[in-house]
């Protein structure tokens, strides 16, 4: 039996280092060539490293959350015949900091627990679960000798709601227990009467019976370690406000005309091309004011104090992902019609949302459209995507009573809400592009007018 060293390769891109996000396997476990083995993330996707060779892993070179050098040991194999480790080499690699090494003896002990042993039998399942043993020395994991696993928060989904029979629901109400915070142990996490016990006992017994109109008291706390996804959306965003001097500027646009259109668009066309949503009529509208504004469609090198204006525009569309916010660029969007962004903007959301949207798909765009859909209240005050120099926001539709032509009727209104890079883009411009925007939306034929 030999070992066989499997090095972070080179991904491209002038990349020196990815953070560790996902583990496939564990130490012992049986590898085929091409099997995941890791994920890792770079500033722009998800990179699935597979094996090259058949093998028994042996140890691995780090943990999730930590940050690895291109070129450093991710995992060490058990192979037959030589490997391409020398002898005597193959000892297991150096291991991470243990966790609370600058704070209590106590959370190091438990960061250096086996996973069978840890405090959360549900986040040992995966090691993807467990926090970073390098990164927690800022965010302590909670002390074994902290309440049981009854008083913290159930591990449930968010807007998930707790199973329980009538008998523990009606129990619960009278000593004021609000089951979403029970863990169940029950069949499918149903929540039994000796979860409440639990559930009090580890509280002190502070539940009192409602007809004080008291609620138990809350104790536990909960550290979540901020790695993978979420982190590079906290460096990108802090990234972001720090370097760019943002200006924002809200509009009110009347849509009733173009939703109008809409609603007969989809009513003749939908059935064979695909239902339109209000992203390709502004997605339009953009493409058609850019041309009269072109340091909007724009990245700013701030190291190198340059501006590239684009003929391409290359519109980012803002997307929510089980993970976080992500960006995927709908590329070219001068050259396609309606249906065309509405199948490519519908293409890449699903990309997102499944984890499959490639480094391609996320880089590259020149201007963003953000939007919240109906949550997308009356004023929001989005982040440039940086480089970019430019970000529209979409607001919900409101129907509320306007004056036309003298008489109170009943329209339908959005705010856009846009920020811009006030480095490069003067504020009269901005509010130019806007109110060319908002022109093409109030008389949607002129998007069609060449």
Request: aromatic residues 4%.
């Amino acid at each position: 039996m030999g070992i066989h060293i499997i090095k972070m390769p080179d991904i491209g891109e002038g990349i020196a280092e990815v953070e560790l996000v996902a583990w496939h396997v564990k130490v012992g476990d049986t590898v085929a060539e091409d099997q995941p083995l890791a994920d890792v993330m770079t500033d722009k996707a998800t990179v699935e490293i597979p094996s090259p060779v058949v093998g028994r892993v042996a140890a691995l070179g780090g943990e999730v959350g930590q940050v690895m050098a291109v070129g450093g040991e991710l995992i060490r194999l058990e192979v037959e015949g030589e490997g391409n480790v020398k002898p005597g080499a193959d000892a297991p690699p150096a291991k991470a900091p243990a966790a609370g090494q600058a704070g209590q003896a106590a959370d190091a002990q438990a960061a250096k627990m086996p996973a069978g042993q840890a405090p959360d039998a549900q986040a040992a399942k995966t090691p993807a679960a467990q926090a970073p043993e390098a990164r927690t020395a800022k965010t302590p994991q909670a002390s074994p000798a902290r309440a049981s696993d009854a008083s913290r928060p159930a591990a449930r989904q968010p807007g998930e709601k707790p199973l329980a029979s009538p008998a523990v629901r009606k129990r619960a109400w009278d000593l004021g227990i609000e089951l979403r915070y029970v863990r169940g142990s029950g069949p499918a996490g149903r929540v039994l009467h000796e979860d409440l016990d639990a559930y009090l006992q580890g509280q002190g017994g502070s539940g009192q019976a409602r007809g004080g109109a008291a609620y138990a008291e809350r104790n536990d706390e909960e550290n979540v370690p901020v790695i993978g996804l979420r982190r590079k959306i906290a460096q990108k965003m802090a990234e972001s406000k720090r370097r760019i001097p943002h200006f924002s500027y809200v509009e009110e646009i009347d849509v009733t005309e173009l939703e109008d259109l809409r609603v007969q668009l989809n009513q003749k066309w939908g059935e064979s091309r695909g239902k339109l949503t209000l992203l390709p009529l502004l997605a339009r509208a953009m493409v058609v004011a850019l041309r009269d504004f072109p340091q909007i469609n724009a990245r700013y090198d701030d190291e190198a104090g340059v501006v590239t204006r684009y003929g391409a525009v290359h519109i980012g569309i803002a997307t929510q992902s089980d993970g976080g916010l992500m960006v995927p660029v709908m590329r070219h969007a001068e050259a396609r019609d309606l249906w065309s962004m509405a199948a490519e903007i519908g293409r890449l959301a699903q990309a997102v949302r499944a984890g499959s949207a490639g480094r391609d798909e996320l880089s590259g765009s020149t201007i963003t459209i953000t939007s919240l859909g109906p949550l997308g209240g009356i004023v929001t005050t989005p982040v440039i995507n940086h480089p970019e120099v430019g970000i529209v926001g979409v607001n919900r539709i409101v129907e509320r009573p306007a004056i036309r032509n003298g008489a109170v009727v009943a329209r339908k209104l959005m705010n856009l809400s846009s920020s811009f890079d006030h480095r490069v883009v003067d504020g009269m411009d901005a509010a130019r592009f806007i109110q060319a925007v908002r022109a093409l939306l109030e008389q949607p034929a002129l998007l069609f007018v060449e």
